[in-house]
């Protein structure tokens, strides 16, 4: 026999049941909370380095670097250099034309000679005049010349040692002269004072050459760049200045050698502050490359950055400085939710923070602290370990 079929009201009975339960279903699910993905990082173990860097971009310089003019002005008539050559200390580098003093050198040498050749001939008459003295006095002595005589022979005798003092003063007074004209054509010459290279030449054969008079700000001649000795010139924060002092160990980067650091030291705080119109009053300060080949071949000019290293704290526990938030605290993804939690903090720089309490190694912390939904108490999970909701 066929069973007997359902009371309809038993049908009724199930389906709203079934009803019930799905509605109850979704409500709960619609009211439970949406864990929020963040980012969290291991509180652990490292060294935290407390440093200060300068406001503006920093230059390497040049230990030696001239502007050479000459001090006359006049015709360029020699340019023994191109820009880019190497030179040697006391090498020509330029020359005005000087042919009026050439000349004048040459007859000053001219007389030179001459004045020598003079106390030659003046020096040697005197030495005769003087063994004739002295013959003359043995003669009178036996009485064969009268006194008369040998007062004559005696003047005669003063008079050519006179004369070759004389001459002697006129040698002196030729040499002098030859210094003189020499030093005059020196105003119309470049030479290298030290051993470097050219980098930059204003002039050619030809052209007027005009020396920078004061208050005109009239370009050099020949720059020369000692670039076998380069430093690195930034500017401090005048707020920073007291902590920085002569011997602090640096570390240099330059725009020209991405996500390379080299370190350094400084050399010299600058005894005054340069106040820059709108701009923060600074205290330039120089570093020194620990291993100048390191960086390879620097450019004078590259523009570098220069971070002072003022303390050291090695092997401590840190954070994240992005993690830190206002009254020191921090956010801490503790069993699905996050909590606040205050922590003291020692060293700290743009990197990393020195914890000293209220966290321990391996205590997670969120780092997306600017995410929507980050706030204490919040159902959260870690971004690696999240995924989307199905709905």
Not at 70 to 77: E, L, N, Q, V
Not at 106 to 131: D, G, N
Request: hydrophobic residues 45%.
């Amino acid at each position: 026999m066929p069973p007997a079929p359902s009371p309809p009201w038993l049908r009724r009975a199930l389906i709203l049941l079934v009803g019930a339960t799905l509605v109850a279903a979704t409500v709960w699910w619609l009211g439970c909370p949406v864990p929020v993905a963040v980012q969290v990082t291991a509180v652990g173990r490292g060294n935290v380095e407390a440093t200060v860097a300068n406001t503006r971009a920093g230059t390497v310089e040049a230990c030696q670097r001239t502007r050479l003019s000459t001090i006359a002005g006049g015709r360029i008539a020699v340019m023994a250099v191109k820009e880019g050559d190497r030179v040697r200390k006391g090498q020509l580098l330029m020359q005005l034309w000087n042919d009026d003093q050439q000349a004048e050198q040459a007859f000053s040498r001219a007389q030179l000679e001459t004045s020598r050749k003079r106390v030659t001939e003046v020096c040697t008459l005197a030495e005769q005049a003087q063994r004739e003295l002295a013959r003359q006095q043995g003669l009178f002595q036996q009485g064969f010349v009268s006194e008369g005589r040998i007062d004559n022979q005696r003047a005669e005798a003063d008079a050519r040692t006179a004369a070759c003092a004389t001459a002697k003063a006129d040698v002196a007074q030729s040499q002098a002269r030859v210094v003189v004209v020499g030093a005059a054509r020196q105003r119309t010459v470049l030479v290298a004072p030290f051993d470097g290279t050219v980098a930059k030449i204003v002039g050619e054969v030809g052209e007027y050459s005009t020396p920078s008079p004061p208050g005109v700000a009239t370009p050099p001649a020949i720059d020369l760049i000692d670039d076998s000795c380069l430093y690195v010139k930034a500017p401090m924060d005048e707020v920073d200045a007291p902590k920085i002092s002569a011997g602090q160990p640096v570390r240099i980067t330059l725009d020209a050698l991405p996500g390379r650091s080299f370190p350094g030291k400084v050399r010299r705080v600058a005894p005054y502050v340069t106040a820059v119109e709108k701009q923060a009053r600074t205290v330039e300060i120089e570093a020194t490359f620990d291993d100048p080949k390191a960086a390879g071949r620097l450019l004078v000019g590259y523009s570098a950055d220069v971070e002072v290293i003022l303390d050291v704290r090695r092997d401590v526990l840190r954070v994240p400085t992005a993690a830190l938030m206002q009254g020191g605290k921090v956010m801490l993804l503790d069993g699905g939710r996050l909590a606040e939690r205050v922590v003291k903090t020692g060293v700290t720089n743009w990197e990393h923070s020195e914890v000293t309490g209220g966290l321990n190694a391996g205590d997670r912390i969120v780092t997306s602290l600017d995410r929507a939904g980050v706030k204490a108490g919040a159902v959260a999970v870690a971004e690696e370990a999240a995924s989307a909701p199905a709905k």
